[in-house]
C-alpha cells in the first residue's frame, strides 16, 4: 500500500471489505468508429487538480472511489499533467456525462486507470460505448495485453460490462480499505465491516 494511503489514527474511518478483479484483454479492438447517440461526444481533456478532483467525486462518491483524495497535490498533478496519461471526458447535453483516464507509460501494457458515468447518465447504453472508445484508444501498436480492474463497490454492471467486451478476469483480491468520514463519502451497506 503507497504510504500516502495511510490514514492518520486520529482520524475517524469508515472500513469496508471489497472483493478486487483484475482482468486483462489479449486482443486488439476492431478497428471501428464509436458513434454517440446525438448531443454526445468525447473529447481529451487537460485538467487541473481541482477540476479533475471535482469529476473524480462526481462519478466515484456513489462507489467510494477515495484513494486519489488522500494522494499528495503534487503527485495527483504530475499524475494527470503526464504526456503518458490520457484522459477524456464525455460530454452530453446535460453536461459532463462521464469520463475515462488511461495510464500509457508502458505501451505494451497500458491501464485504463478509471472509467465511469456521472449517476444521470447511467442506463442509456452510454457505459459500453465509453469503454469502447478507452480501449480503442488504449490500444498501440506495441500493445500486448490491455489492463484493468473493478471491485464490489463499483457499479453491479461494471465487471459484465468489461467481460462482454473481451477482459477475461485473472485474480481476485480482497482489500480492506478505511476511508476517512470526512472525504463525505457513503459506502454501500453491504460493504461495511461488522464492528463488535
Known amino acids: 500500500m503507497e504510504k500516502w494511503l495511510e490514514v492518520a489514527p486520529e482520524r475517524p474511518t469508515t472500513d469496508i471489505t471489497v472483493d478486487v478483479t483484475f482482468l486483462e484483454r489479449l486482443r486488439p479492438p476492431l478497428p471501428r468508429r464509436v458513434v454517440w447517440p446525438e448531443g454526445y461526444r468525447l473529447e481529451r481533456w487537460h485538467p487541473n487538480t481541482t477540476d479533475y478532483l471535482a469529476l473524480y467525486r462526481l ?23 503526464s504526456s503518458h496519461t490520457y484522459i477524456c471526458r464525455l460530454l452530453g447535453p446535460e453536461g459532463v456525462a462521464g469520463f475515462f483516464e488511461l495510464d500509457l507509460e508502458k505501451p505494451e501494457t497500458p491501464y485504463l486507470s478509471y472509467l465511469g458515468l456521472v449517476p444521470e447518465a447511467q442506463g442509456k447504453g452510454l457505459g459500453k460505448r465509453l469503454l469502447n472508445a478507452a480501449i480503442q484508444q488504449g490500444w498501440q501498436k506495441e500493445t500486448r495485453v490491455l489492463r484493468v480492474n473493478t471491485c464490489t463497490a463499483d ?36 460493504l461495511r465491516q461488522k464492528v463488535n
Open 155 to 190: 457499479h453491479p454492471n461494471a465487471l459484465p460490462t468489461y467481460k462482454a467486451a473481451g477482459f477475461v478476469p485473472i485474480m481476485v483480491e480482497q482489500e480492506h480499505w478505511s476511508i476517512p468520514d470526512d472525504l463525505g463519502l457513503v459506502p454501500p451497506e453491504h
Open 59 to 81: 462519478v466515484g462518491a456513489p462507489h467510494c472511489w477515495w484513494m486519489r483524495y488522500l494522494m499528495p497535490s503534487a503527485t495527483l498533478h504530475r499524475i494527470i499533467a
